[in-house]
Structure formats: C-alpha cells, structure tokens
C-alpha cells in the first residue's frame, strides 16, 4: 500500500490527466493536493510512484502519467463511492421509470443511451436469456441418418437445443442410456441444477455406455447453450472524438472488439470465486485480452425480467473516468431494482 501522501499525488495525476490528457507536473500536482510540501517532495514522491510502476512518463516531458497499475490502484483504492450528484441526469433517469408502458428492457436501452451521452462513453447493453432459470421438460432422440442422430432439449421457455451425434462416436444404445439417465435426474428442474446432477449422473453413465465423458459433457454443454444474446450499442461517435483512436487501424479493432465481445464471459471469469450479482467490473489497459492497452472497461450484469439476464458495458480509453462511469452503472442498477421491486447486493 502507498502512503497518504503518495495516495494524494497519485489520486490527483489521475483526476488531471483524465480531464486534460496532459502529462502532469510537480508544479501542477502541488496546485491541486494543497499540502504543505515542497516541489522537491513532490518530485521525490512521484519518482517513487514511477519506481513502483503507478506513473510513466511519456517520452521527455517532465510531467508523468498513470500506468495501468496506477489507474488500477486508483479504482480499487481511491474512488469514493458517492450516489450520482447530476440533478439533470437523475431526473432524466427516474422519468424512464414512469413509463409504465414500457418493460425493462426498454428502459435499460434508454438510460444506458442517456449514460452513454453524458459520460461521452461507448455503452453496450446486451441481453440473453438467464438460462439457469429454464426448467428441462423433455428430451428425445431422433435417428437422422445411418451414421447421424439427434438429440434435442425442450426448455420451459420454449427454447429447443439439440446436438447431432456421429454414431460412430455414440451409438444409438448410448444415447438412449444417457437421456434415461438425465431425464431420470432432471427432468422439471431448473438448469441451475445441472452440474449438481452430473455428480449423479457421471459415475453411473461410466459404467453403462462407451465414450461416457464426450456424451456427458456434450448433453450438458447443450442444456446451457444460449445462442440468444442480442446487443445494442451506444455512443460510436464518441470513440471518434478521443486522440487515443485516432489511427484508424486501432479504432476498427477496438470496434471489432465491441462487436464480438460477449461482457458476460468476462463478468463470469471476474467473479468466479463471487457470485454475487451487481458487482461492477473493470478492466483496464493490459487487463484487456489483446492488443488494447489503450483503452478501458467498466460494466455489470444483473437480472431483469421473464428469465432474461442485461450486461452494460462502457467503453473507452484508459484515462476514462473511472468514478463516474461506475456511480452511473450504480444508478442505473438502482433504477433496475426499483423497477423490479426488488434490491441489489452490493
């Protein structure tokens, strides 16, 4: 951990070049830490953080800038969690509320547009079924070919998800023990309920049918597959405005990025050992997969309605503003709960 001092130069570069995407001076830092200390102290002190790998600089300017460990230890350490303090923005966001016409859906489209606008962010909204509440009503096999057949799986949703087998790799027999025994273990319960039946299921499929783990892990990657994700994007233009995209070639990847990303592998992997929902997620710079130092991530996910799932996700360079992207997505989650009757964990 750094000391206070160190905290307050660090927290204070951060807030500077967020605004002015300057390299920030010592002359500078001492204006806006307001501490009784000399400018040496502030070099000193900066150098530190330089040696420790919160501050860059970049190329001979004197003033320095936040790494990604800096604008890391900056969101984990040195936000403050204060509710949104835009009067103007609030009410355009509880107004959405009164629409009692529309559903959540909608609703979340419209303020992550709003957010979109007044952070000068991209905002992606994506949806999908929240598969796990699904209960398994039925599972059949269909022969199709000599060599080929089918096994499908009918959801409460009216959802059907099916799997073509090569019978050289799962005979007919095979199968057929396989659906006994999934359809014996869960038949009318909840998806979620899934990977606690295969501890059943394993050691008896093990025993009866060749190629048991194959056929296992395909009947249960089938059962939870969700190829119902939709996507909405917001706010393209604001990537346009930003120096840090503009070479042409970056900004295709990051949109190629946004375009293939689905937010909620990295909200799943973030969280894996906390299940909590609602938890905001960032990543930062070189915490992103690939060549995308340059840019930033701030999202959450959540439940909304009739078995579905959301994920925002606001996107833009590094030096985004961290604080206030997340107390955003905060009170767009807020807004969700009133919404649903319900609240969320923090």
Same mark, same amino acid.
């Given at each position: 951990? @750094? ?6 130069? @660090? !927290? ?13 001076? =010592?002359?500078?830092?001492? /204006? ?5 200390? &000399? &400018? ?18 970049? %190329? ?6 936040? &790494? ?27 107004? @959405?509320?009164?629409?009692?016409? %529309? ?10 547009? *709003? ?7 991209? #905002? ?27 096994? *499908?799986?009918?959801? =409460?949703?009216?959802?059907? %998800? +099916?799997?073509?087998?090569?019978? /050289? ?27 606690? #039946? $295969? ?5 008896? @499929? ?13 009947? $249960? ?7 119902? /994700? ?5 706010? *393209? ?16 990847? $990051? ?19 906390? +299940?909590? !929902? ?30 579905? !799932? ?14 206030? #992207? ?6 767009? *989650?807020?807004? $969700? ?6 609240? %969320?964990?923090?």
């Amino acid at each position: 951990m @750094l000391s206070q001092r160190q905290e307050k130069i @660090l !927290k204070a570069i951060v807030k500077e070049f967020i605004k002015t995407v300057q390299p920030v001076g =010592s002359k500078r830092i001492l /204006e806006l830490i307001e501490m009784p200390i &000399s &400018s040496a102290t502030v070099r000193n002190e900066a150098s530190a953080l330089e040696e420790y790998g919160f501050l860059e600089k970049q %190329h001979t300017s004197s003033g320095r800038v936040p &790494s990604t460990k800096g604008y890391r230890y900056y969101v984990d350490y040195l936000m403050k969690n204060k509710t949104v303090n835009n009067a103007d923005l609030k009410k355009q966001l509880e107004n @959405l509320m009164d629409f009692r016409t %529309h559903n959540i859906e909608k609703i979340i489209d419209q303020a992550t547009n *709003i957010i979109s606008e007044m952070t000068e962010l991209t #905002a992606i909204v994506s949806m999908k079924d929240l598969v796990e509440e699904n209960v398994l009503k039925k599972i059949d096999l269909i022969p199709l070919t000599q060599t080929t057949a089918s096994v *499908i799986f009918i959801l =409460s949703n009216g959802n059907i %998800h +099916k799997k073509v087998f090569n019978l /050289e790799n799962a005979s007919l027999n095979d199968l057929a023990i396989a659906i006994k025994l999934f359809s014996d273990n869960l038949l009318d319960q909840k998806l979620s309920y899934v990977k606690q #039946a $295969v501890t059943v299921i394993q050691p008896e @499929l093990q025993i009866a049918v060749r190629n048991y783990e194959y056929i296992l892990q395909s009947f $249960v990657n089938t059962i939870l597959e969700n190829d119902n /994700e939709t996507k909405e994007t917001y706010g *393209i233009k604001y990537m346009l405005e930003k120096p840090e995209f503009s070479n042409t070639e970056k900004l295709k990847a $990051v949109i190629q990025l946004m375009e293939n990303m689905s937010p909620f592998d990295w909200y799943d992997i973030r969280y894996s050992s906390n +299940k909590q !929902k609602n938890k905001i997620a960032t990543k930062i710079g070189e915490e992103n997969d690939g060549d995308f130092a340059d840019i930033g991530m701030v999202g959450t996910e959540f439940a909304t309605s009739n078995g579905k !799932k959301a994920a925002i996700t606001l996107v833009g360079p590094k030096r985004m503003d961290y604080d206030q #992207a997340t107390q955003l997505v905060e009170w767009l *989650i807020d807004l $969700v709960g009133l919404k649903l009757g319900g609240k %969320h964990e923090k």
